[in-house]
């Protein structure tokens, strides 16, 4: 059969049309048929129609003439093509049965929603709870009513947990009548006292599912409430507005705190270890003794705030700038301040201990019975910082500048302050006990008292620094500069002192005993009174220097210049002045040498060599 036959052969086919369907279904009636029941007789229309249809013209394109193969074949694809149409009637019944469903639940999801907002109204605190737990589970199930659910539970928070309702009965004037206190006692208590509500809403918002920026266009707003005492560990609270609420005393700890606007929020004695502060704003908040130990402040700005007290050891910072912040009495303890600008901060009393402030701005400072024991201040600014009484042991502060700045009393013990500036610092009475100070510059310092027992001062600068009565004893001052300083009293026995500079220096009554002085340089140097027994002054120059009353008795200077020295009433006994030169040297006598070791090849005043060659023949012969 050929296809324009079958055209024809169907033409003869009468199926009803639209308008005779139509008529005939408003005839069995007009008011119960349904729009859905007019869809489906003309679902069913178009499913004969193609279930006829199609086969025909499938098959007439083969033009087969056997009349039985050519049913056989349209009997093939009706089947295959009412397999197909079936299963699509079934995925559009499937996909309006789900409709359905989902208008069916929506109504539920709202009915439910408007039932638990109701019970937010109740005086009962279990209708209170349920109505706050079933809106939880609407916000987990409904994203179309979860930030609304938010907004309202934030709302009923900042509604009945204000701060300043609490502040202002807390402020509450004393009565006269003892009873009308007591009762104004247990409405400030009942006040200060967190509701179980406000606590159960406080939990669902920790948990919620979404976060500020992560399916939260909005912040969360609970600023000027009052949530003191609060558990809101773990919770996450990220883009949330706190500002001037009261957490104080509240557990927050591993809480979710970035981009929080915390300004002018008062958590004091509030725990947040480990919790992520990143990128949030603390400006004038109260901070003080919270533990923020191993908790992320990366880009967090804390200016104004008080951290006072506060624990901040193992805190991530990555901000620049902290000056003029109160930090006092705060822990720091290992903390990565590197590169930190704390100019003019108050840090008395705090922690640094093994902290990192490397480089840090530290001018003006008040470090004050800090404790900053084997921390890094390698090029640290510590400029007219005040350091006293501060804890400095096995820290490192080379390179560092401590110009102006007050050390006194404070512990340096086994601190690196190689190349470190002091100039003009005020050094008095601390412990540098093994300290590395070579090549510092402590030019004009004051160690008035300061302990430097076996620190290394090699090749340091102390021009006019005042060392009265320091304690030097085996100290290495090899080749430091000394010119001008004040050494009275000081107690440089058994120090080593070889080829340093103290020209000029006051030595008065100092104690040089047993001291290396190989090649210094006396000249002009005070050393009234000074003790150089057994002192080595090996080509030592001491020309113009006065030496009233010393005692050089033993002492070893050989080769040394002592031209114009003034030697009244010194000690000589045992002495070994070798090859020195003391020609005009004055007020010698003879007495003086005569318990020398030797006089050989020593240059004396004419007069004065030949009447101890005279009486004393002996100590020109060369020595065995």
Known sequence: MKINEAIEKYKKFKIPSFSVIFEKASQYSKTSVSIFGIIFLISIYLFIYLIQQIPHWQVAQFGINNSTEVAQLENSYRATLAQILGGSAVAIGVYFAWKNLKVAQEGQITERFTRAINQLESRKIEIRLGGIYALERISNESDKYYWIIIKILT????????????????????????????????????????????????????????????????????????????????????????????????NLAQANLSLANISGADFSGADLSGANLSRANLSEANLSDVNFSEADLSMADLSGANLSGANLSGVIFTMDNLSGYNLSG??????????????????????????????????????????????????????????????????????????????????????????????????????????????????????????????????????????????????????????????????????????????????????????DLYEVVLTKASLVGANLYEANLYRANLSGAILYRANLSRA?????????????????????????????????????????????????????????????????????
Do not use: C
């Not at 509500?197 to 406080?202: E, G």
């Not at 920790?206 to 266009?217: H, L, P, Q, T, W």
């Not at 042991?393 to 601190?415: K, Q, R």
């Not at 010194?570 to 007495?591: M, W």
């Open 155 to 250: 709302a009923y928070v900042r509604t009945n947990s204000r701060a300043e309702r609490v502040r202002n009965l807390k402020n509450t004037h004393i009565a006269m009548d003892i009873q009308a206190n007591e009762i104004i006692k247990k409405e400030v208590i009942a006040a200060t006292n967190l509701t179980l509500d406000i606590q159960a809403i406080l939990a669902v918002i920790g948990r919620r599912k979404y976060s500020f920026e992560y399916g939260e266009a909005n912040r969360l707003d609970l600023s000027i409430t009052d949530l003191h005492d609060t558990n809101l560990s773990k919770a996450n609270l990220s883009g949330a507005n706190l500002a001037q609420a009261n957490f104080f005393g509240a």
């Open 330 to 515: 705060a822990s720091l303890m290992k903390a990565d301040l590197t590169g930190t600008n704390l100019s003019e901060a108050n840090l008395s009393g705090a922690n640094f201990s093994e902290a990192n402030l490397s480089k840090a701005d530290l001018s003006e400072t008040d470090l004050s019975e800090a404790d900053l024991s084997g921390a890094n201040l390698s090029e640290t600014n510590l400029f007219d910082a005040n350091l006293s009484g501060a804890n400095l042991s096995d820290a490192n502060l080379s390179d560092a500048n401590l110009s102006w700045a007050n050390l006194s009393g404070a512990n340096l013990t086994g601190a690196t302050l190689h190349k470190a500036n002091f100039s003009k610092a005020d050094i008095s009475r601390a412990d540098l006990f093994g300290a590395v100070l070579s090549e510092a510059d402590l030019s004009g310092a004051s160690l008035t008292k300061a302990a430097l027992t076996g620190s290394n001062l090699s090749d340091a600068n102390l021009s006019r620094a005042n060392l009265s009565e320091a304690n030097l004893s085996e100290t290495n001052i090899s080749w430091a500069n000394l010119s001008g300083a004040n050494l009275s009293l000081a107690n440089l026995s058994r120090a080593n002192l070889s080829g340093a500079k103290l020209s000029g220096a006051k030595l008065f009554e100092a104690n040089l005993s047993l001291a």
């Open 556 to 624: 070893n200077f050989s080769e040394a210049e002592l031209s114009g020295v003034y030697l009244i009433g010194v000690h000589l006994e045992e002495a070994l002045p070798l090859s020195s030169n003391l020609d005009g040297t004055n007020h010698l006598i003879v007495d003086q040498f005569s318990k020398v070791k030797t006089l050989h090849n020593t240059k004396l005043d004419e007069e004065l060599l030949m009447l101890l060659k005279e009486e004393y023949p002996a100590l020109f012969e060369e020595p065995k």
